[in-house]
């Protein structure tokens, strides 16, 4: 199990912050490094859920989507340099665990996104969601005229594929392309 | 005990018919055709149709009345309990204790996929919205083969509404798995909607869009003209236009050469010239009429009758 970050302190990018502080990517870096470093620094969590590697310029939609509200306390980084993506958003949110349905729906936005859960600055759980070949209830389909629109009809979408993300409404078989998904 | 690819399953898209299934069924039509036999004596069909139709309606009623059976159901749901916010998913569940199988017409995109889910017995989609029409697709596949003797390698100009035809759509996907070459005709307004284009690219054929028939090269096999509606159209002065520019007349057909075979669903305003009727490659009184042999053929494999 790999740490979300040691109990210490966060300083801003650019303050003089003590040795052990969490990079942006997760990983240690040395005083002498974080002197060096300009890149964003994000405070360690005592418990709650680190989102990591989602889409550049996604975090916000994806708080949107959480609808966390007042009571989270939030960190987000946007446009973060990664390794894996060149780009990336990252979102801390202290004192909460997302749940199954949530992640999928961060999934969903974001296929390449992970999930930490996080429990007394330990990683418990670590989630690559995989996206699910069926979603059910957690996207509105775009069609007016689909019989989903009934709010008595619970809507259903296919999984037609992954990279970039395309659904197809399994009633009315229209196809749903990133940029037009909605989430209920 | 000859294949029966339909047996107990429902039939609402031809996204769920594959190549040979397509063919399958086309094979037992021209069977049925040949050898009528009224199989369905004492079975009952329910004819849902909570939208007008006529040729759909009266065809599945007929369909069923040859094969011995009875029909029920209603033809607009202004006068049941749909009116008084009844959910489809209710009604469904309340024909299917009166009946053997079920045919919807319904203007909800996706209502015959729900309806089928709603019910354990066999749904046949009679239309959803401008989604699919798989009988009409069917019998014009049945019409093309009868009168081209194939279906495979076709050269198909499609003309006037292919946006909102939902049998422009159904044709279109079932006619690429059979390698046809498709030319698309139609005011930009009205052009194939990118869901079926992006379908087009995965299949094994060729489409090329234009807005002029002269453009459609003179050994194109098929001329499927289609309606424009008129209120599609907020301008009734555009309306006017492009219904007189995609108006197919003798004239219009006459570079085609004698093979050519003329197709329309039904029902026509003025986009079809009532002096074609006489032409010889005319097939839409033939596509109605064959309309009933598909449909009994379907009726008859869903019940696992034939």
Redesign the interface.
Known sequence: MGRSGAPKQVRASGDRAPAGNVHAEGAYVGVDEVKKDVKLQVSALRSGTVIDHLGPRTALKALRILGLGDEATVLVGVNLDSKKLGRKDLIKIEGRELTPAEIDKIALLSPQATFSIIRDFEVVKKIRPEIPSVVEGLIR?V?P??????P??KGRLLTVRKEPLQLR???????LHEDEIEFL | MKKNPLLGRDVISMRDFGREEIKTVLARCDEFERNPRPVLKGKVLANLFFEPSTRTRLSFDAAMKRLGGQTIGFADSISTSISKGESLWDTIRVAEGYCDVIVIRHPAEGSARLAAEATSLPVINGGDGSNQHPTQTLLDLYTLQKRTGRIAGLTVAFVGDLKYGRTVHSLIRSLSLFGAKLWLVSPPSLRLPDDFKEDLAEAETSHVEVEDLSAVPADVDVLYVTRIQKERFADPVEYERVRADYQVTPATVQRFGGKLTLMHPLPRVNELHAALDSHPGAAWFDQARNGVVVRQTLLALVLGAA
Do not use: G, P
Request: hydrophobic share 10%; with cysteine.
């Open positions: 389909c069609n005229s689909c019989i989903t629109q009934d008595r009809v409404c399994y009633y009315c078989e229209r196809s």
